[in-house]
């Protein structure tokens, strides 16, 4: 059985272990990280050309089944892969961890889009976001001041009064508290990204009584099954055989 996993999500990686080297498993992975953690098995880098190519890509190398395990706000992969499995005649598992569900002393303002959440810091000053690099541009014309935290550097466009922290979680829980102090932040950012790697700072803000900017996550294609732990892909897989 010849396993495509998409994406390189701490879940994709634990799931391309838990299958090599019983089952062959290729895992492709964006190329938007300089130095990617790599998963066990065979590694594949950058995009394959929109669903056309995928699917052409998942015939050429006789794939068995498609796990889209990217990152739950990869929302055109997502899509191609789904237009792409049914195309191919293969079948597609999304593996999605369960998102963020807000605590008691919890301040959260739920948005569906970085732009939404770009008008949300209205009456605040000092920002600390943690979108990634890739949507600075929602940003760019706004007067506050941010800290941005990413694993890559940012490229323009994005907010004229920056201070960039390249980091890589996980995160611990007495970090946040003193990146939120001594940077003074008065409203986080973030995506429903659901990781425990990330969710320190979450009750840092809880405990610093500010508010939380929350990107929604965007949905699963139609008609696609989703699993929300790797072991539960797996047994997928198992019965897909």
């Known amino acids: 059985m010849h396993v495509l996993i998409l994406g390189g999500t701490t879940e994709a990686r634990a799931l391309a272990g838990l299958l090599h080297p019983g089952t062959r ?12 953690r790599l998963p066990a098995g065979e590694v594949r880098i950058g995009g394959f050309g929109g669903p056309d190519g995928l699917a052409a890509w998942v015939r050429e190398h ?3 089944a498609v796990i889209d395990a990217t990152h739950p706000f990869a929302e055109r992969i997502s899509f191609n892969a789904a237009r792409a499995a049914a195309t191919a005649h293969v079948p597609l598992l999304a593996l999605r961890r369960p998102g ?32 990634g690099r890739m949507g600075l541009a929602a940003f760019a014309d706004r007067p506050e001041w941010f800290l941005v935290r990413s694993v890559d550097a940012p490229e323009a466009p994005m907010p004229a009064r920056i201070e960039v922290l390249l980091d890589r979680g996980p995160f611990t829980l007495d970090g946040e508290r003193e990146l939120i102090a001594r ?14 790697a990330t969710a320190p700072k979450l009750a840092a803000a809880r405990e610093a009584g500010i508010p939380v900017v929350v990107v929604r996550r965007p949905p699963v294609p139609e008609g696609v099954p989703a699993a929300a732990t790797p072991e539960e892909a797996a047994a997928w897989l198992r019965e897909a055989r």
């Open 100 to 131: 963020w569900v807000p605590g008691e002393g919890d301040d959260w303002r739920d948005v569906g889009s970085l732009e939404e959440a770009a008008l949300a810091l209205d009456g605040f000053g000092r920002v600390f976001l943690t979108t």
């Open 183 to 196: 940077h003074r932040i008065d409203v986080l950012v973030t995506k429903d990204s659901g990781a425990a």
């Open 25 to 36: 498993v290729t895992s492709s992975l964006a190329g938007r990280v300089a130095a990617p």
């Open 62 to 64: 006789a794939v068995d």
